[in-house]
């Protein structure tokens, strides 16, 4: 499986925004969509948000609606995150990763996962 790119995170105070870039590499038409997922240290890895390649459904998990914003730029094979209203409780490290099929929350059911992005919300 080709490895997705993860990038734009950074330090950031808390109610400020970023926006993270996952490079696809234009295998788009083999996974049903792409995710965004975050951890921190001794934590399982939880899911964020996701988007599908035919229909455009998002998806996010309940922390980050009305916060973050899942898109996609098929021209450049890239998905996007972008992030507002910051909190500190946002601090992790980011990764997307190509989803195929089973419940989209589950980061088992995703694979090609990038190294991820550091992303930290001081307060």
């Known amino acids: 499986q080709v490895q997705l790119v993860e990038s734009g995170g950074g330090l950031v105070q808390a109610g400020g925004s970023l926006r993270l870039s996952c490079a696809t590499s234009?295998?788009?038409?083999?996974?049903?969509?792409i995710g965004w997922f975050r951890q921190v240290p001794g934590k399982e890895r939880e899911f964020v948000a996701l988007v599908t390649w035919s229909t455009d459904n998002k998806y996010y998990t309940s922390s980050v609606k009305g916060r973050f914003t899942i898109s996609r730029d098929n021209a450049k094979d890239t998905v996007y995150l972008q992030m507002n209203s910051l909190k500190p409780e946002d601090t992790a490290v980011y990764y997307c990763?190509?989803?195929?099929?089973?419940?989209?929350?589950?980061?088992?059911?995703?694979?090609?996962w990038g190294q991820g992005t550091q992303v930290t919300v001081s307060s």
């Open positions: 234009g295998r788009t038409f083999t996974s049903y969509g």
């Open positions: 990763a190509r989803y195929y099929s089973g419940t989209y929350y589950y980061h088992g059911n995703y694979n090609g």
